[in-house]
């Protein structure tokens, strides 16, 4: 689901009929370009953040779950179980915004490997995205990861498009922190029904440090092809062993996010807000379960 913002721009002016159908499609459609152009994580995210709800920051260098492997396919390094991770979000209270995640990986001997399915929209533009990835760990605790995807992007009464994408990624992990980085559709075919043009090339470098127990901070740094550098700084507190409250700062554009965490056992709960200074407030509700839970 990280699609194409400069595609989606593409494709308005191409079609005009597309905005005349009614005075919902336009207010809808416009709020898709504001977003696409001044919020860029609502489609390049390939769905909710789910690791990280509340924080901001996206799960490149988190070694836990397999949601973190859709934009990182070297991280997750502490799955030793079946894993499975699945989220929503209902951005500006409007259902053509919907995104959903779901996520799984296992270990094999000493690979790691998982897929995972996400989307965004409903009638009027959707995107579908599925994906594969394998990791492999190297000496000194640095593992690399491959991965592959395939979009399909739909446009109601102008049909669909298709692109493939391959992503590459590096994770290290120390005893209280660790790195992610990543390289995102670093080769793709490209979208042509609608316009010439792929899916934007991504590099994210994200970093995880918990400096005593129960507290996690962490930063990001994005940087996506016509797009602004954008900065990202969030933190964890688990108040009780089974509570935690997130906080987050995000600059494309500028705004914040809250959230919970509830974990009992291998199932962990999460709830998040974010606020648009224009559009205002989006909620995002993701669960995440390991076979054998290895705590945070």
């Not at 995972?116 to 959707?126: D, E, H």
Request: charged share 15%; net charge negative.
């Amino acid at each position: 689901m990280r699609a194409t913002s400069a595609h989606v721009r593409n494709v308005i002016p191409k079609y005009p009929n597309f905005l005349r159908t009614s005075r919902c499609a336009v207010l809808i459609t416009l709020s898709l370009l504001v977003c696409v152009t001044t919020a860029s994580a609502l489609l390049e995210e390939r769905g909710p953040s789910l690791l990280q709800l509340g924080t901001a920051v996206s799960p490149v260098a988190d070694p836990y779950h397999a949601g973190s492997r859709i934009l990182n396919p070297a991280a997750g390094t502490t799955i030793t179980g079946f894993t499975v991770s699945a989220g929503f979000s209902r951005s500006f209270d409007l259902p053509e915004f919907d995104r959903f995640q779901l996520a799984t990986a296992a270990p094999f001997g000493d690979v790691t490997a998982g897929g995972w399915l996400s989307g965004f929209g409903q009638t009027l533009y959707s995107e579908r995205t599925a994906g594969l990835n394998v990791s492999y760990p190297l000496p000194g605790s640095l593992q690399i990861g491959a991965g592959l995807s395939v979009t399909q992007v739909q446009v109601k009464n102008y049909g669909n498009d298709n692109a493939f994408s391959g992503d590459l990624g590096m994770f290290y992990a120390a005893r209280n922190w660790s790195v992610g980085a990543s390289a995102l559709n670093l080769l793709s075919t490209p979208l042509q029904t609608f316009a010439d043009d792929h899916p934007p090339r991504i590099v994210h470098l994200a970093g995880r440090y918990a400096p005593i127990d129960k507290l996690t901070l962490l930063a990001e740094l994005e940087w996506m092809e016509n797009h602004d550098l954008t900065v990202r700084a969030g933190t964890e507190i688990w108040m009780l062993d089974a509570l935690a409250i997130r906080a987050g700062y995000d600059s494309a554009p500028e705004r914040i996010h809250l959230g919970l965490a509830l974990r009992w056992s291998g199932l962990t709960g999460m709830g998040a807000y974010d606020y648009h200074p224009w559009l205002g407030w989006s909620h995002a509700f993701g669960m995440h379960w390991q076979q054998h839970p290895v705590a945070p």
